[in-house]
């Protein structure tokens, strides 16, 4: 991702076939230039519980791939997950074990 500075940074997410919404942590948001509650608020429940979080369109890079994709930030500290919406759509992605993922354009 490419922080508000301009430079790029690594950030790790979970891949999340569950989740219809990628979302990720405030401090991303903030690394990012990211005002979390200029987004559309909504709630999200999952597993976890309810987390409050706000939903931004944005630019951003998962390897090589380029997406504009809507992607919620939470209020309080997450794992960032990628979610099917606007991205998974896009992409096959082939797991070779729990540490390796590949990924391309389908």
Same mark, same amino acid.
Do not use: C, W
């Given at each position: 991702?490419? =922080?508000?500075?301009?430079? #790029?940074f690594?950030?790790?997410?979970?891949f999340?076939?569950? /989740?219809? *919404?990628?979302?990720?942590?405030?401090?991303?948001?903030?690394?990012?230039?990211?005002?979390?509650?200029?987004?559309?608020?909504?709630?999200?429940?999952?597993?976890g519980?309810a987390?409050? =979080?706000?939903?931004?369109? #944005?630019?951003?890079?998962i390897?090589?791939?380029?997406?504009? /994709?809507? *992607?919620?930030?939470?209020?309080?500290?997450?794992?960032?997950?990628?979610?099917?919406?606007?991205?998974?759509?896009?992409?096959?992605?082939?797991?070779?074990?729990?540490?390796?993922?590949?990924?391309?354009?389908?």
């Amino acid at each position: 991702m490419r =922080a508000h500075s301009g430079e #790029l940074f690594d950030t790790t997410a979970l891949f999340d076939s569950g /989740a219809d *919404v990628s979302m990720f942590s405030p401090s991303v948001a903030e690394i990012l230039g990211v005002k979390v509650r200029n987004g559309k608020r909504r709630i999200f429940r999952g597993l976890g519980g309810a987390v409050e =979080a706000y939903v931004h369109r #944005l630019h951003f890079n998962i390897g090589s791939l380029r997406f504009y /994709a809507r *992607v919620a930030f939470a209020t309080v500290e997450i794992p960032n997950i990628v979610g099917r919406l606007d991205i998974m759509k896009d992409i096959d992605a082939i797991f070779r074990d729990e540490r390796e993922l590949s990924l391309k354009s389908s």
